[in-house]
C-alpha cells in the first residue's frame, strides 16, 4: 500500500515556541491531506483538511493561527504549531488519500507525539 | 448529526477467544465504512473496509459486514492472539473524503 511518512515521531519542545510537523506522501501525490488530533485514549478529531496550492480549511473551533498548515507540494504538508503551550500537547496524525470518489483510501502517518512543557 | 458509537473498552480477552466489537453509525447516504487498527505509538492502519449494503470487509481473520438496515458495522474475530491487542476505530467516509471516526476500542488479549 501507498506510505505516508511524518516527521518526528516525537518533540519536546518549551512554551512559547514554534514546532513544525510534516508529513510527506513517499509514493503517491497527495492534493489533500488531513490533520487529526488525539488526547489521550480519545478518537481523532479532524483538525484541518490541507489543500495543495490553495488554504487549509479548519474544522470548527480550530484556531488556524496557532495552527498553520502549508501544502506546498504534492507530496508534503505541514503543521506548525506556533506558540505552543502545554494544552498543545497531544498525538498529531496525518493522513493522505489516493484515488478517486469512493474508491479513495485513506493513509496515516505515524503520527506525532508533541509535549511541551 | 453525522456520528459514529462503538463499544466503549477496554475490552480484554484472553487468547483463542472470540472478539465482537460493536459500531453503529449515523449518517446521510450511504457512506464506505471501515475499521482502523492503532498499534501503541503508531498512526492508524486500515484493517478493512466495505463499500456498500452487504458488504463483507475481512482480513487478518476480522470481519464486518455492512448492514444498512441497522447502520452497523461490528467487527468480529473468531480467535484472538496477543498480537491483537490495540484500540479498533470504526469510521464512516460521506462526501469530500472527510472520516469521522468513533471513540475507539482499546482490546487487551492476555496469553
Known amino acids: 500500500g501507498a506510505v505516508v511518512s511524518q516527521h518526528p515521531s516525537w518533540v519536546i519542545c518549551k512554551s512559547g515556541t514554534s514546532v513544525k510537523i510534516e508529513c510527506r506522501s513517499l509514493d503517491f501525490q497527495a492534493t489533500t491531506m488531513f490533520w487529526y488530533r488525539q488526547f489521550p485514549k480519545q478518537s481523532l478529531m479532524l483538525m484541518a483538511t490541507s489543500n495543495e496550492g490553495s488554504k487549509a480549511t479548519y474544522e470548527q473551533g480550530v484556531e488556524k493561527d496557532k495552527f498553520l498548515i502549508n501544502h506546498a507540494s504534492l507530496t508534503l504538508s505541514t503543521l506548525t504549531v506556533t506558540s505552543a503551550h502545554p494544552e498543545d500537547s497531544s498525538f498529531y496524525i496525518c493522513?493522505?488519500?489516493?484515488?478517486?470518489?469512493?474508491?479513495?483510501?485513506?493513509?496515516f502517518g505515524q503520527g506525532t507525539r508533541l509535549t511541551v512543557v | 448529526g453525522d456520528s459514529v458509537t462503538q463499544m466503549e473498552g477496554p475490552v480484554t480477552l484472553s487468547e483463542e477467544a472470540f472478539l465482537t466489537i460493536n459500531c453503529t453509525y449515523t449518517a446521510t447516504g450511504y457512506p464506505s465504512l471501515f475499521w482502523y487498527v492503532q498499534y501503541p505509538g503508531e498512526g492508524l492502519q486500515l484493517l478493512l473496509k466495505?463499500?456498500?449494503?452487504?458488504d463483507k470487509g475481512s482480513n487478518k481473520g476480522f470481519e464486518a459486514t455492512y448492514r444498512k438496515e441497522t447502520t452497523s458495522f461490528h467487527l468480529e474475530k473468531g480467535s484472538v492472539q496477543v498480537s491483537d491487542s490495540a484500540v479498533y476505530f470504526c469510521?464512516?467516509?460521506?462526501?469530500?473524503?472527510?472520516?469521522?471516526f468513533g471513540g475507539g476500542t482499546r482490546v487487551l488479549v492476555k496469553p
Open positions: 466495505a463499500t456498500k449494503a452487504d
Open positions: 469510521a464512516f467516509k460521506a462526501a469530500g473524503n472527510k472520516l469521522t
Open positions: 493522513s493522505a488519500h489516493t484515488g478517486t470518489g469512493m474508491y479513495t483510501e485513506a493513509f
